[in-house]
């Protein structure tokens, strides 16, 4: 395999949002999946998100000790097409190796300020440079270049846009989704993102199961 093993993650509500409707940060899973997706970053080593859930959600992207017993430090890894994150973003300053991939698209004071103030404070971060189309970055491309720097499982948390190219392109081995018990109503982020597919994407169920109040299910392309 000339990628890393990818495990896409997400929870979401009964009407299928990922977040609130203005795409603020809902809590959606139980003590129990946090526990679940706390100890599957430390398994894997490595999380993934996007650049809206940083700047919305801004987010250490660590193992929490108070869901993981031992919890050790793991890789971060950020994708932002534009450059969009605050060098004050948490994950930064959270232990473990951080890896930002961004584009030609991103501005250069953005790219000048992060190299110097990352050098300043001695953060143990690298920008990673890709030619993107629209601040989107090829998944593909990103999976072979961590999988060059010896990266070799990743959990992919989010969001949707993310997801979307992950499951849409067959970039992973494993899909799982926790339903919580609630609606939110609205035009809020969804799974897959606001925008329509050309045509309905097909999944196969694999398994249904029930963690604490809601519903864990795992998905194949």
Not at 52 to 80: Q, R
Not at 91 to 98: A, D, I, K, N, V
């Amino acid at each position: 395999m000339d990628r890393p093993y990818v495990h896409v993650n997400c929870a979401s509500t009964l009407d299928g949002k990922i977040s609130a409707p203005d795409g603020s940060r809902l809590r959606i899973s139980s003590r129990g999946d946090m526990v679940r997706v706390h100890t599957l970053r430390q398994e894997l080593g490595a999380v993934l998100v996007g650049a809206k859930t940083v700047i919305s959600d801004d987010p250490k992207l660590s193992v929490n000790p108070a869901y993981v017993a031992e919890s050790s430090s793991i890789t971060k890894i950020v994708i932002d097409g534009r450059g969009r994150i605050p060098l004050s973003s948490r994950f930064l300053r959270t232990e473990g190796r951080s890896y930002i991939f961004t584009s030609n698209e991103a501005d250069a004071d953005w790219l000048e300020g992060m190299l110097s103030g990352m050098e300043e404070e001695e953060l143990d971060a690298e920008i990673i440079m890709m030619d993107g189309e629209d601040g989107f970055l090829d998944m593909g491309r990103v999976l072979s270049e961590l999988h060059g720097l010896g990266v070799e499982s990743i959990l992919v948390e989010g969001g949707s846009g993310i997801i979307r190219q992950f499951i849409t392109r067959g970039l992973y081995d494993r899909f799982t989704v926790f339903i919580g018990p609630l609606f939110v109503g609205g035009v809020g982020p969804s799974i897959f993102g606001s925008e329509a597919l050309p045509e309905p994407f097909g999944v196969k169920l694999i398994s249904i199961e029930r963690l604490d109040s809601g519903l864990l299910v795992e998905l194949s392309g």
